[in-house]
């Protein structure tokens, strides 16, 4: 088949290379004109015919994508690699999933009679939904140090949860501990109510205020003070650690763990559990009665630590191992329980390999196997241990090569086939191939030998050895 490329004089070749009866034919050609012939394509335009939302949000009204190409031919639509994480596309419907650029492309592209048309795009901004915070909570018209704690609450239109918490201007006047809001000392009390956003909505806040008075002159002054000792050594998992404190007042005084401790150390009554690794701060509060003004609030800190691990080997390697030998199952275990890893030391590189705990012997040296145990929430990542052990070269046996079949006395070219056979001294099985410089005399498929050109046929046997025999 001769397809015209271009404008021209095609000169097509004609060879026959001859073979072991004919010499190489003389080569003869055949020649045409090919005119220039290029079909003249229309160019095309692309319009997209929809209007995009002017400003879309996650979750928003899907958007239905039209474009028309001044072709009449349809149009495909995509959205670029970047746009993954804020639109997708099906059926030409936009949906939106996240904040962040949408690039709508749109395509046509051309047939026998347009060219493809110049690419379009829409680029829309995806932006996040705007929540708001409303106080479902009065604040009190007028209150005193020393009052019972007002309980503030607060929702958001997003549903998510609000947190709560007293404005910096608001130091030495109240506290807030989750939603309870006590009064500390004379001053304006500002609340702030906070929701942090996520991948849908924006974060949103608002404020709620009221006054502080000074208090009756009959509440005394009280003071908190711990009279546990915290471990120095607490660790995740741990005994927990039981926690006492009193109030001057000798009022119960109510513990607590901090908002920062969360996923730390929690508290129930006067025992404290460790659940993480960090800081772990307890609070201590005393909110006064009638009698007695709010106690300052008191706190505790201390470290809460990974447990540490260790390991060892629980199997022994093998004595006098050889290349190729069965593979030496290793084990080993943690004082934590937790899996460990194996590998084998890059200086072992040549020497063995490990998959899963099986290692293999494939040459002389040393053989270390590498354990490792990462750690989790609970434990510190283990110190590596390693197991080695040497690996020596095999004693091979020399082996030898027979033919076992005799070779023509008169072969000729075309004339029958010989079946050739050879067998090795180790009992292996024997590879036969035609020599190099047997090229065009003889062919070999399997153990049959075809005879193909004048000249010498040369058959190469070989066996290339295994863990016992040389080759």
Do not use: E, W
Not at 36 to 59: K, M, R
Not at 82 to 99: M, Q
Not at 310 to 324: D, E, K, N, Q, R
Not at 424 to 451: E, H
């Amino acid at each position: 088949m001769v397809t015209p490329v271009g404008f021209g004089t095609c000169t097509i070749d004609a060879d026959q290379p001859g073979d072991a009866s004919h010499l190489a034919a003389p080569q003869v050609q055949q020649s045409f004109a090919v005119g220039s012939g290029v079909p003249s394509l229309s160019v095309q335009s692309i319009s997209f015919t929809s209007s995009p939302p002017p400003a879309p949000v996650v979750g928003a009204a899907s958007y239905v994508l039209a474009a028309t190409a001044s072709s009449g031919l349809p149009v495909t639509f995509s959205t670029s690699v970047g746009s993954a994480s804020a639109c997708t596309l099906a059926g030409g419907v936009v949906s939106f999933i996240g904040s962040g650029t949408c690039r709508i492309l749109a395509d046509q592209s051309g047939d026998s009679v347009y060219l493809a048309a110049p690419q379009v795009q829409q680029v829309l901004t995806v932006s996040r939904v705007t929540q708001t915070i409303t106080f479902t909570s009065t604040p009190p018209g007028s209150t005193t140090v020393g009052d019972p704690a007002y309980v503030v609450a607060a929702t958001a239109s997003s549903g998510l949860p609000v947190v709560f918490s007293a404005d910096s201007s608001s130091a030495g006047v109240c506290t807030v501990s989750g939603s309870s809001v006590v009064a500390v000392g004379a001053g304006t009390c500002v609340i702030d109510a906070n929701q942090f956003g996520d991948s849908t909505y924006k974060p949103a806040s608002v404020q709620q205020s009221f006054a502080v008075g000074a208090g009756a002159p009959s509440q005394s002054v009280q003071t908190i003070q711990f009279l546990s000792t915290p471990p120095a050594g607490a660790v995740v998992g741990g005994a927990a650690y039981a926690v006492t404190a009193t109030a001057s007042s000798g009022l119960a005084v109510a513990l607590s763990a901090a908002p920062a401790s969360a996923g730390v150390c929690t508290v129930s009554g006067a025992t404290v559990s460790f659940v993480g690794a960090g800081t772990c701060t307890i609070d201590a509060n005393q909110p006064g009665d009638a009698s007695y003004l709010a106690a300052p609030q008191v706190q505790q800190s201390f470290t809460v630590s990974l447990v540490a691990q260790a390991i060892s080997f629980a199997s022994t390697p093998p004595s006098g191992a050889l290349v190729g030998d069965p593979a030496y199952v290793v084990s080993a275990t943690a004082s934590s329980g937790l899996a460990v890893v194996f590998t084998a030391d890059a200086a072992s590189a040549g020497v063995c390999t490990v998959s899963g705990a099986n290692v293999s012997l494939i040459g002389a040296g040393t053989c270390t196997i590498d354990a490792n145990q990462a750690g989790n929430g609970s434990y510190q990542a283990a110190s590596q241990v390693q197991q080695s052990f040497s690996i020596a070269a095999p004693s091979l046996s020399v082996q030898s090569i027979n033919f076992t079949s005799t070779a023509p006395a008169a072969a000729a070219v075309g004339g029958a086939t010989y079946t050739v056979s050879a067998s090795a001294s180790s009992g292996l099985s024997v590879s036969l191939s035609i020599d190099a410089s047997s090229a065009g005399v003889c062919t070999i498929s399997g153990s049959t030998v075809s005879f193909v050109g004048t000249g010498t046929c040369t058959i190469d046997a070989n066996q290339g050895g295994n863990g016992s025999y040389l080759a």
